[in-house]
């Protein structure tokens, strides 16, 4: 039986490595292909003419039923069911051949594959990595984004369009709703009457009183800016109502170069308001006029700011920044006297208090226990770190330059009528003379041409008050009205003279002293 065996199995190389012994001691041997017709298999293609190399027996197959789920196995020319595994074998499945290891088969020399292998690997192509995933999912997701946002765009249009369309018809069916009956308005609070009898008003009191007296004024102003074009800004401050008729005190500062001027009263209304007139440079004073025709106006009472103490209580309301309208804070009069300088070397006698104020207050009264009016908020110090330091004019100088302003239109400022320049001490101390004001010219006119300065005179005091700078001479000047009467202290020619002068009255463009 070995030898019938043999002598069908066909003849091949003996192994020619290790690797091809250990074939051949298994029984596996390469799979030659068919002989061409007519020849024998000692003649055949791939047949070699050599002696027959002696093998084990081979084992009787063994037989499984068809519905088994063992691989067949294919090496070679041979096939049997076994249960081993050899690296790089087919295994057989009722699927079909598949490959069971991709490690590679091992291939003695002269071997060749059956040419159905052949046939169904060239026929299926090779598997290639799939690359790119996430990015072609990004693309697609942004595609998804951009199709439904044009999407919603036309839709939204499309709505938008019927919606307009069918307007008409929609507001013709809509049904009238019939508004509410007015609730009942109650009547007002009564207003306490400040009196100078002694009675002093509680802090509720004196807010109640004040907030129907206070208005908020807006400003715009029209300037230029470095390009040369016309910008608009708006600037915010207080008020008080001082009559009936509609006048209304505040600081020149607030409406300085005003176009148009705007006043809101406690009930938030709105009026266009009229610049009667006003003074920057001696007083910071100005006064407004608005139509009163039917409206309820509640003019402040005025107190007597001579008679304020340091350390008496004080109340001050406003509309500081512009936007936190009635505004109410408390504090005391912390000092009295004080000179503020206000610009171009001007300064102007103000008091001091602690109760809080800040932009937008300027203008704004401040109440004393009484409920009246003692003084007009006008500055704060600016210096980073300090609170609590505010400044007031007294009622009685803000009023005497509010009763000129509302009968000749301006403040009248006295006027010398000089052009005055300032002798320092170097300059003194060069020329031999002393330190004052150089009358550098006498207007044709004036007071000083009619009673006695002459140019190259130097004044060194008004009233015993000594003058040493221009500015101290316009501060001095504004203590006082025209028609007063000072003496004015010359040195000329090596000596000191004393004159009696009556103060002229300056027209509001004449910036001369």
């Known amino acids: 039986m070995q030898d019938e065996h043999n002598k069908n199995q066909p003849q091949t190389d003996p192994p020619s490595s290790e690797d091809e012994a250990a074939l051949w001691s298994r029984g596996y041997f390469p799979y030659d292909p068919?002989?061409?017709?007519?020849?024998?298999?000692?003649?055949?293609?791939?047949?070699?003419d050599r002696p027959p190399v002696a093998r084990p027996a081979e084992p009787k197959p063994q037989v499984i039923p068809p519905a088994a789920t063992t691989p067949e196995r294919s090496t070679g020319g041979y096939t049997r069911y076994d249960r081993s595994y050899v690296p790089g074998?087919?295994?057989?499945?009722?699927?079909?051949?598949?490959?069971?290891?991709?490690?590679?088969r091992y291939q003695a020399p002269g071997y060749s594959r059956p040419a159905a292998e052949r046939e169904t690997e060239a026929d299926s192509p090779p598997t290639e990595k799939r690359r790119g995933g996430f990015l072609r999912a990004l693309c697609l997701f942004l595609l998804c984004i951009l199709a439904g946002g044009v999407t919603a765009y036309f839709v939204s249009q499309w709505v938008i369009e019927d919606w307009e369309a069918n307007r008409p018809a929609i507001e013709a069916v809509r049904p009238v709703e019939t508004p509410p009956p007015p609730a009942?308005?109650?009547?007002?609070?009564?207003v306490p009457t400040p009196v100078r009898s002694g009675s002093v008003l509680t802090a509720e009191e004196i807010?109640?009183?004040?907030?129907?007296?206070?208005?908020?004024?807006?400003?715009?102003?029209?300037s230029t800016n470095i390009f040369g074009q016309a910008t608009t800004g708006r600037v915010s401050g207080s008020g008080f109502i001082i009559s009936g008729e509609g006048y209304i005190l505040t600081n020149h500062h607030v409406i300085e170069g005003a176009t148009r001027i705007l006043v809101m009263l406690d009930d938030y209304s709105m009026h266009e308001a009229a610049l009667i007139g006003g003074e920057g440079l001696t007083s910071d004073m100005a006064v407004l006029k608005i139509d009163a025709a039917g409206l309820d106006l509640s003019p402040a009472a005025l107190g007597n700011s001579s008679d304020m103490r340091v350390g008496s209580p004080i109340y001050a309301l406003g509309h500081p920044l512009g936007e936190l309208t009635h505004t109410f804070t408390s504090g005391i009069v912390s000092a009295l006297n004080r000179e503020v300088a206000i610009g171009q070397g001007q300064t102007l006698n103000m008091f001091q208090l602690d109760a809080a104020v800040n932009s937008g207050n300027s203008g704004g009264p401040v109440y004393n226990e009484f409920g009246e009016v003692v003084g007009i908020v006008t500055a704060k110090s600016a210096l980073d770190g300090v609170e609590g330091i505010g400044f007031a004019i007294p009622i009685d100088d803000a009023m005497r330059y509010a009763d000129q302003i509302i009968e000749r239109g301006y403040v009248a400022r006295?006027?010398?009528?000089?052009?005055?320049?300032?002798?320092?001490?170097?300059?003194?101390?060069?020329?031999?003379?002393?330190?004052?004001?150089?009358?550098?010219?006498?207007?044709?006119?004036?007071?000083a041409e009619r009673d006695g300065i002459l140019?190259?005179?130097?004044?060194?005091?008004?009233?015993?008050?000594?003058?040493?700078?221009?500015?101290?001479l316009r501060s001095v000047l504004g203590h006082y009205t025209p028609g007063d009467t000072v003496i004015i202290t010359v040195f000329r020619e090596?000596?000191?003279?004393?004159?009696?002068?009556t103060l002229g009255d300056r027209p509001a463009e004449d910036d001369a002293e």
């Open 34 to 48: 068919p002989a061409e017709p007519g020849s024998s298999p000692s003649t055949g293609a791939g047949a070699f």
């Open 89 to 104: 074998d087919r295994l057989r499945t009722p699927t079909g051949m598949q490959e069971q290891n991709p490690l590679p």
């Open 184 to 190: 009942e308005t109650p009547a007002p609070t009564p």
């Open 207 to 222: 807010y109640d009183l004040g907030r129907r007296q206070v208005v908020g004024i807006t400003t715009e102003i029209t």
């Open 414 to 447: 006295p006027h010398l009528g000089i052009f005055p320049v300032t002798v320092s001490e170097d300059y003194a101390y060069f020329f031999g003379t002393v330190v004052g004001v150089f009358v550098n010219t006498i207007y044709p006119g004036s007071a």
């Open 455 to 472: 140019v190259g005179d130097i004044i060194t005091a008004i009233d015993a008050r000594p003058i040493r700078t221009a500015e101290e």
């Open 494 to 501: 090596e000596a000191h003279i004393s004159l009696t002068v």
